[in-house]
């Protein structure tokens, strides 16, 4: 109690000066606990997005929950996809505890997503139009997730480390339900296999995209800079996309799959991997909706949004009531 | 009933009650993960995915029986019986509104409830009859899904009671969507032209007693709401049993197997 006294009464800046120290000695921050105007904010931005993101992930699946071609696949791509609903869940009422300050809810997180003022991750955004693309996102977009997550499962904010550690547990076993749905098509028939293939291409400028650029400087802003000072996150954006490289580029290869581009290579003296970079201006567009798939599925969403509305009324007027 | 003392007859009404409660298991789970992303909140999003996916398993447990049967493989059964061939009940293939799952979905969240609340009523009296069949693979599995059931039940009573208690717009639709279910009700209490032998071999009990317990299951759920009773039930699209089908049934089956005929004879 003294200790909180003694707080309430430092200036800004003491106060500013201890958060950096408890996080700096490895402390986590608690929901109630003080912090800067700029961590709350930057991780608002990075939790809510994180959310709605997932919410969204689930409908380029969508369309192969139905379609998967066997009961066993229907089935895991039907737990797959309700772990992924589940994940938005928890990390909204992470980002909840966060806005209660500013007066806001997660209602509005979601009137944001649909309004636009709230952007979903850019891999969210690209068409899945076969059944390969439905386990491409298992294997590659997941297994991609799995590093962006797991450079944050220290992240000085305690809930949402917390979070983390759930959906990541997760998603390793959606890695390997995609990975299983990869590896019966590359055993497959020569039709499985190029379906495979065409899918990588379609997949691969995304997946490069998937970390972000590597500086502020391909495309005007970057908050990794403000995350790892912040000690949200570790490592930055390239390095990740390296980690990527070096976990899943042999593993493409040696399912006979061919990278589109040419220029890939591991570079043994830099100690890197050479790649051809995605079209930064077409990620500019992806992230301000105006991907190929952004409109249509915000679309769908609206929709069910708007054909939904006397439910949200009739439970608003039974909690009221009660 | 052991494998040993099935005359003809009494093998083609278990494959044919199998059928039944494949298809209908298939079908609903089917309608339902048309709802995925669309549901009205996360949380129920995320309930009902988990009802679907659990239905859709039971669907796959009868159609292994099937399989142990040597009727073809469960896919097969699954993905490549034409609707002329299917037993599900009508109620069950019916769309979940007008419009597409990934496009303009203008689906009825009050039937999709009604039209659940009342099969998993159905399916819980099925399923306590079953457990005590003459065929023992069939009573092991109804009484694992029977397990399941309790959840879904719960789930489903507590949104029929919540919408039809609430006022104007919500009672309005769920009163309306309580009248169409009811109007094809009767095609899932059916066993169809087979369930004399059924019964006779003690696979299934009675298709009056299955009614009766049905509607005593449903009426308390009536009391509360204050409603009439929508008797009687009826089979306004036909009689699914009898492999009378409708339009959105060729429609569900194209989606549920187009990646199964997209390259004949692979492994997925």
Not at chain 1, 229 to 245: A, G, P, S, V
Not at chain 2, 102 to 131: C, G, I, M, N
């Amino acid at each position: 109690m003294a200790a909180m006294m003694t707080f309430t009464r430092l200036s800004n800046e003491e106060k500013y000066e201890r958060f950096m120290q408890r996080i700096e000695a490895g402390e986590k921050i608690e929901a109630d606990d003080w912090m800067p105007d700029e961590y709350r904010m930057t991780l608002i931005k990075l939790i809510a997005m994180h959310a709605v993101s997932e919410i969204m992930g689930a409908l380029p699946e969508k369309e192969w929950v139905p379609k998967a071609p066997s009961l066993r696949r229907k089935l895991g791509i039907m737990a797959k996809v309700q772990d992924e609903m589940g994940h938005g869940q928890l990390l909204l009422r992470v980002a909840e505890d966060l806005l209660a300050p500013l007066g806001k809810t997660r209602e509005d997180l979601i009137e944001d997503l649909l309004n636009e003022r709230l952007k979903f991750h850019n891999v969210f955004h690209m068409p899945a139009p076969t059944w390969a693309d439905a386990g491409l996102i298992g294997w590659l977009v997941d297994g991609a997730a799995i590093m962006t997550q797991t450079n944050m499962l220290d992240a000085s904010y305690g809930p949402y480390a917390r979070a983390l550690k759930r959906i990541c547990a997760e998603e390793v076993f959606h890695a390997q339900h995609g990975e299983s749905i990869i590896l019966a098509l590359a055993e497959g028939t020569k039709e499985q296999k190029e379906m495979l293939q065409e899918a990588l291409n379609r997949w691969w400028e995304a997946l490069l995209m998937f970390f972000g650029p590597p500086t502020a400087d391909t495309t005007g802003t970057s908050k990794q800079d403000i995350t790892i000072k912040y000690r949200i996150r570790t490592k930055t954006n390239e390095q990740l996309r390296q980690d990527f490289f070096t976990k899943y580029v042999p593993r493409i290869w040696a399912l006979g799959l061919k990278i589109p581009d040419e220029t890939m290579h591991f570079d043994k003296e830099k100690g890197q991997w050479i790649y051809r970079q995605p079209d930064w201006e077409k990620f500019k567009q992806i992230i301000r909706n105006n991907g190929p798939k952004s409109q249509e599925r915000l679309e769908l969403r609206r929709t069910a949004y708007k054909q939904n509305a006397w439910v949200r009324e009739a439970l608003s007027a039974v909690r009221t009531a009660g | 009933m052991s494998e040993k003392h099935v005359d003809a007859n009494g093998r083609e009404a278990l494959t044919e009650l199998l059928f039944q409660l494949a298809d209908d298991d298939f079908l609903l789970a089917y309608r339902g993960s048309e709802w995925l992303g669309l549901a009205p909140h996360i949380e129920e999003d995320i309930a009902f995915s988990s009802i679907s996916q659990d239905t859709m398993g039971h669907a796959a447990m009868y159609y292994q029986l099937l399989e142990h049967l040597g009727c073809g493989s469960a896919d097969e059964l699954a993905h490549a019986r034409p609707a002329s061939a299917r037993r599900n009940a009508v109620l069950l293939e019916r769309a979940n509104g007008p419009g597409h799952y990934l496009r303009e979905p203008r689906y009825d969240w009050a039937f999709t409830v009604v039209r659940h609340y009342f099969y998993t009523q159905a399916k819980r009296v099925r399923l306590e009859s079953l457990t005590k069949s003459s065929y023992a693979p069939l009573a092991e599995v109804a009484a694992k899904i029977q397990v399941e059931l309790h959840y879904h039940l719960l789930h489903w009573h507590t949104w029929f009671v919540q919408l039809t208690n609430a006022p104007g717009e919500a009672r309005t639709r769920m009163t309306k969507a309580i009248q169409d279910v009811a109007a094809d009700f009767a095609g899932v209490l059916t066993l169809g032209a087979k369930g004399t032998d059924m019964v006779r071999c003690g696979l299934i009990d009675e298709e009056k007693v299955l009614t009766e317990n049905t509607i005593a299951a449903l009426a308390p759920a009536f009391a509360e709401v204050g409603l009439e009773w929508p008797m009687p039930f009826g089979m306004k699209h036909g009689n699914g049993r009898n492999g009378e089908h409708t339009p959105d049934l060729d429609e569900a089956l194209a989606t549920l197997s187009e990646v199964y005929r997209a390259v004949p004879h692979a492994i997925w």
